[in-house]
Protein backbone atom coordinates (compact mmCIF):
# COMPACT_ATOMS: atom_id res chain seq x y z
CA UNK A 1 0.00 0.00 0.00
CA UNK A 2 1.74 3.20 -1.17
CA UNK A 3 1.31 6.51 0.29
CA UNK A 4 1.30 9.70 -2.09
CA UNK A 5 1.38 13.38 -1.51
CA UNK A 6 -0.28 16.50 -2.86
CA UNK A 7 1.21 20.17 -2.88
CA UNK A 8 -2.47 21.21 -0.72
CA UNK A 9 -1.23 18.58 2.04
CA UNK A 10 -3.73 15.52 1.39
CA UNK A 11 -2.42 12.21 1.49
CA UNK A 12 -3.58 9.14 -0.14
CA UNK A 13 -2.93 5.77 0.89
CA UNK A 14 -4.04 3.12 -2.18
CA UNK A 15 -5.29 -0.77 -1.83
CA UNK A 16 -5.94 -1.48 -5.43
CA UNK A 17 -9.25 0.52 -6.38
CA UNK A 18 -9.48 2.12 -2.84
CA UNK A 19 -7.74 5.27 -1.99
CA UNK A 20 -8.16 5.65 1.98
CA UNK A 21 -7.77 10.01 1.64
CA UNK A 22 -6.50 12.59 4.89
CA UNK A 23 -4.39 15.87 5.63
CA UNK A 24 -0.94 15.45 6.64
CA UNK A 25 0.84 15.77 10.28
CA UNK A 26 2.13 19.36 8.57
CA UNK A 27 -1.10 20.56 7.92
CA UNK A 28 -2.51 19.40 10.81
CA UNK A 29 -0.04 21.25 13.19
CA UNK A 30 -0.72 24.29 10.60
CA UNK A 31 -4.14 24.13 11.45
CA UNK A 32 -4.22 24.24 14.92
CA UNK A 33 -6.48 22.38 17.35
CA UNK A 34 -9.79 21.43 14.67
CA UNK A 35 -12.91 21.43 15.80
CA UNK A 36 -15.66 21.05 13.44
CA UNK A 37 -14.69 18.69 10.21
CA UNK A 38 -17.54 18.66 7.44
CA UNK A 39 -17.59 15.65 5.07
CA UNK A 40 -19.04 14.89 1.72
CA UNK A 41 -22.32 12.76 1.17
CA UNK A 42 -21.67 8.63 0.44
CA UNK A 43 -21.82 8.07 -3.33
CA UNK A 44 -20.30 11.94 -4.14
CA UNK A 45 -18.56 12.05 -7.37
CA UNK A 46 -15.60 14.07 -7.38
CA UNK A 47 -12.67 15.09 -9.81
CA UNK A 48 -9.32 15.69 -8.65
CA UNK A 49 -9.15 19.12 -7.50
CA UNK A 50 -12.16 19.34 -6.17
CA UNK A 51 -13.77 20.20 -2.52
CA UNK A 52 -13.97 17.28 -0.54
CA UNK A 53 -14.37 18.41 3.08
CA UNK A 54 -13.91 21.53 5.27
CA UNK A 55 -11.71 21.43 8.12
CA UNK A 56 -12.56 24.26 10.90
CA UNK A 57 -9.93 25.11 13.66
CA UNK A 58 -9.55 27.84 16.05
CA UNK A 59 -7.52 29.93 13.87
CA UNK A 60 -9.40 28.88 10.31
CA UNK A 61 -11.28 26.85 8.19
CA UNK A 62 -9.88 25.71 5.18
CA UNK A 63 -10.82 23.26 2.64
CA UNK A 64 -9.43 19.80 1.58
CA UNK A 65 -9.11 18.86 -1.86
CA UNK A 66 -9.91 16.04 -3.87
CA UNK A 67 -6.28 14.18 -4.52
CA UNK A 68 -7.46 11.69 -7.15
CA UNK A 69 -11.12 11.31 -9.49
CA UNK A 70 -13.74 9.17 -8.53
CA UNK A 71 -16.59 8.11 -5.80
CA UNK A 72 -16.65 8.57 -2.17
CA UNK A 73 -17.91 5.40 -0.95
CA UNK A 74 -17.07 6.20 2.96
CA UNK A 75 -16.83 8.65 5.54
CA UNK A 76 -14.60 8.80 8.78
CA UNK A 77 -18.12 9.66 10.83
CA UNK A 78 -16.30 9.07 14.12
CA UNK A 79 -14.94 12.68 12.87
CA UNK A 80 -18.27 14.15 13.56
CA UNK A 81 -18.31 14.21 17.27
CA UNK A 82 -14.62 13.84 17.55
CA UNK A 83 -12.77 16.28 15.05
CA UNK A 84 -9.57 15.89 17.44
CA UNK A 85 -8.53 13.38 16.00
CA UNK A 86 -7.30 15.43 12.92
CA UNK A 87 -5.03 16.58 15.54
CA UNK A 88 -4.50 13.10 17.31
CA UNK A 89 -3.74 11.38 14.32
CA UNK A 90 -3.61 12.93 11.00
CA UNK A 91 -2.41 9.90 9.01
CA UNK A 92 -4.11 6.92 11.19
CA UNK A 93 -7.48 7.55 12.63
CA UNK A 94 -8.32 10.53 11.29
CA UNK A 95 -9.04 9.96 7.88
CA UNK A 96 -11.62 11.67 5.97
CA UNK A 97 -12.91 9.79 3.17
CA UNK A 98 -12.57 6.73 0.93
CA UNK A 99 -12.73 6.85 -2.45
CA UNK A 100 -13.03 4.67 -5.99
CA UNK A 101 -10.59 6.10 -7.97
CA UNK A 102 -11.36 6.14 -11.50
CA UNK A 103 -7.81 6.58 -13.15
CA UNK A 104 -5.22 5.14 -10.57
CA UNK A 105 -2.86 7.56 -13.11
CA UNK A 106 -3.53 10.34 -11.32
CA UNK A 107 -1.56 9.25 -8.71
CA UNK A 108 1.63 9.42 -10.53
CA UNK A 109 1.54 13.22 -11.09
CA UNK A 110 1.63 13.06 -6.53
CA UNK A 111 4.87 13.20 -4.75
CA UNK A 112 5.90 10.08 -2.68
CA UNK A 113 7.20 10.30 1.18
CA UNK A 114 10.61 12.00 0.28
CA UNK A 115 9.44 14.19 -2.55
CA UNK A 116 6.32 15.69 0.42
CA UNK A 117 9.52 16.02 2.88
CA UNK A 118 11.42 18.55 0.87
CA UNK A 119 8.31 19.91 -0.32
CA UNK A 120 7.82 21.29 3.63
CA UNK A 121 11.22 21.77 4.70
Not at 17 to 30: D, L
Not at 98 to 112: R, V
Amino acid sequence: MSTRFTKDHEWIRVDGEEGVVGITAYAAEQLGDVVFVELPEVGKTVSAGDELAVVESVKAASEVYAPVSGEVIAVNDVLEGEPAKVNEAPDGEGWFVKIKLSDKSQLDAMMDDAAYAEHIS
